[in-house]
T-cell receptor, first 112, second 112 residues
Framework: AQSVTQPDIHITVSEGASLELRCNYS??????LFWYVQSPGQGLQLLLK??????LVQGIKGFEAEFKRSQSSFNLRKPSVHWSDAAEYFC??????????FGAGTILRVKS | EADIYQTPRYLVIGTGKKITLECSQT?????MYWYQQDPGMELHLIHY???????EKGDLSSESTVSRIRTEHFPLTLESARPSHTSQYLC???????????FGQGTRLTVV
């Protein structure tokens, strides 16, 4: 069965600092990969997705993610974090585009 | 911007009451999903539908039921609410291609 691991429950970074959120998945083939962001009391918003091709994908709000097949990872990065980036971030995978499997999420706190 | 709506946003209800959480989308998507999300936990798929008159149970067992009489509407019903049903319920939809899922803002349910 597919599974998604986000090893960091909470991360705190200073405003302006770089950010990397980790995501590892367990699946035999390359699944479709997603990063979503959830602000308090809101639904999930898609940041970026990887289906195939270039392993470095660009998303909204200045985020990017790199797919590394050898490490079964899809880490999310941002070079300079803004206070408005404070939210919870979810990595998700799907094998066939039907059902999404989510990680437990990483709560990002930004200190000024 | 996603056109998927959930009502109510917040609901506090007594044990034993019957409730229906509404989810509607205006994008003509065939596939719709219900996820349950507890604080600090990953989203768990509880129901999904690939089209009208099609409903399936998800990966997490749930006492709720769903129906899909119209493409745009995917309500979730609890016949007799219990405190263990307290959670956030997120509805999502996607089209038949392997593109992103759009999420509603969620219903935060509290059963007292």
């Amino acid at each position: 069965a597919q599974s998604v691991t986000q090893p960091d429950i909470h991360i705190t970074v200073s405003e302006g600092a770089s950010l990397e959120l980790r995501c590892n998945y367990s699946y035999g083939a390359t699944p479709y990969l997603f990063w979503y962001v959830q602000s308090p009391g809101q639904g999930l918003q898609l940041l970026l997705k990887y289906f195939s091709g270039d392993t470095l994908v660009q998303g909204i709000k200045g985020f990017e993610a790199e797919f590394k097949r050898s490490q079964s990872s899809f880490n999310l990065r941002k070079p300079s974090v803004h206070w408005s980036d404070a939210a919870e971030y979810f990595c998700a995978v799907t094998r066939n585009g039907n059902k999404l499997v989510f990680g437990a999420g990483t709560i990002l706190r930004v200190k000024s | 911007e996603a056109d998927i709506y959930q009502t109510p946003r917040y609901l506090v209800i007594g044990t034993g009451k019957k409730i229906t959480l509404e989810c509607s989308q205006t994008m003509g998507h065939d596939k719709m999903y219900w996820y349950q999300q507890d604080p600090g936990m990953e989203l768990h798929l509880i129901h999904y539908s690939y089209g009208v008159n099609s409903t399936e149970k998800g990966d997490l067992s749930s006492e709720s039921t769903v129906s899909r009489i119209r493409t745009e509407h995917f309500p979730l019903t609890l016949e007799s609410a219990r405190p263990s049903h307290t959670s956030q319920y997120l509805c999502a939809s996607k089209d038949r291609r392997n593109t992103e899922a759009f999420f509603g803002q969620g219903t935060r349910l509290t059963v007292v």
